[in-house]
């Protein structure tokens, strides 16, 4: 989605009535002088025993305003997770649009690890818990968040209606720590790319791919981000907070599941996900 695209995007995300978010904590966004790049989610007032997992997320068209996804966000962060949203409220686009796609800027993504490695266990971030961190984001922000995944301080991935422009580029077939990609069907620009890079993944890579015929918006301007938004709830409480009921949700079937909803899923490797219980 291209700049200016998403800026129309955003009126309509944050001016649709937000219903209550699902997760056991209230959620919203804030900004720190000391991360002036990004847009904070967080639970409201948690209990001082609560950890919180980290979640850095890349916007679409890789703009640098970070509430697009402000209902999507604020929902995934009421489950007991800290994210770091690329840019800053009401922030630009970005200029290279497109193009940067298939060579992205990572430096947002960097930064905020760089920046909670820093302060995870201080003041306000004492409970934070940077050992479980994840990049994720969508469209042109699933880049950023691939690209910067080798990163050591990284343990997961998620795809959001993405996929790498270069089908040579090698990174699919390196990639070794788990991986998620949440697609948006046949009609999604990004199909035919996230298709082909979750086929050269390597086979010992734990990955799970799921479609939802809705194309490449997904349902992130629905309340709580729609059926996106319960998958990504569940990936960031299982990958991140080690809760095997939101395990079943991608490895079950029927009622209550990812298949349940929807989703046309495939997957391999599951069980080599091994991630304690912070509850």
Same mark, same amino acid.
């Given at each position: 989605?291209?700049?200016? /695209?998403?800026? *129309? ?13 699902? /997760? ?17 989610? %967080?639970?409201? $007032?948690?209990?001082?025993t609560?950890?919180? !997992? =980290?979640? #850095? ?17 604020t ?9 770091? +949203? ?5 922030? !630009?686009? $970005?200029?290279?649009? *497109?193009?940067?796609?298939?060579? !992205? ?14 302060? &995870? ?8 818990? =940077? +050992? ?6 969508? +469209?042109? /922000? ?11 301080? #990284? ?13 040579s ?12 990609y949440?697609?948006g ?17 390597p ?7 799921? $479609? ?10 629905q ?12 990936? =960031? ?5 080690g $809760?095997?009921? &939101? ?9 209550? @599941? %990812? ?6 899923? #495939? +997957?391999? @490797? ?9 509850d």
């Amino acid at each position: 989605m291209t700049g200016d /695209g998403a800026e *129309i995007w955003l009126a309509k995300v944050i001016a649709k009535q937000a219903a209550a978010r699902t /997760g056991p904590y209230s959620a919203s966004w804030s900004t720190d002088p000391t991360l002036p790049s990004h847009v904070i989610y %967080a639970p409201t $007032n948690p209990p001082t025993t609560l950890k919180l !997992p =980290v979640l #850095v997320w890349g916007q679409t068209g890789c703009t640098y305003n970070g509430r697009i996804f402000d209902a999507f966000l604020t929902e995934v962060a009421s489950h007991g997770i800290l994210i770091l +949203s690329n840019g800053t409220p009401n922030g !630009p686009g $970005n200029p290279n649009g *497109i193009a940067e796609t298939a060579n !992205p800027n990572t430096t947002l993504h960097r930064t905020a690890i760089d920046w909670v490695t820093k302060n &995870a266990g201080t003041g306000k971030y004492a409970g934070v818990e =940077v +050992s479980r961190l994840a990049v994720a984001g969508q +469209s042109c /922000g699933g880049m950023q968040a691939l690209f910067v995944s080798p990163d050591p301080r #990284v343990t997961a991935i998620g795809i959001f209606n993405s996929g790498v422009i270069n089908a040579s580029d090698p990174l699919p077939s390196q990639t070794t720590k788990p991986i998620f990609y949440f697609l948006g069907g046949p009609t999604d620009i990004a199909y035919t790319n996230g298709e082909r890079d979750y086929t050269f993944l390597p086979a010992s890579t734990p990955k799970w791919k799921g $479609n939802l015929p809705v194309g490449h918006g997904g349902t992130f301007s629905q309340a709580n981000g729609g059926k996106f938004g319960v998958a990504a709830s569940r990936w =960031v409480q299982w990958l991140l907070r080690g $809760n095997v009921t &939101a395990a079943a949700y991608f490895t079950g079937t029927g009622p209550g @599941s %990812a298949t349940g909803d929807g989703w046309a899923t #495939v +997957s391999q @490797s599951l069980d080599g996900i091994k991630v304690t219980s912070l509850d």
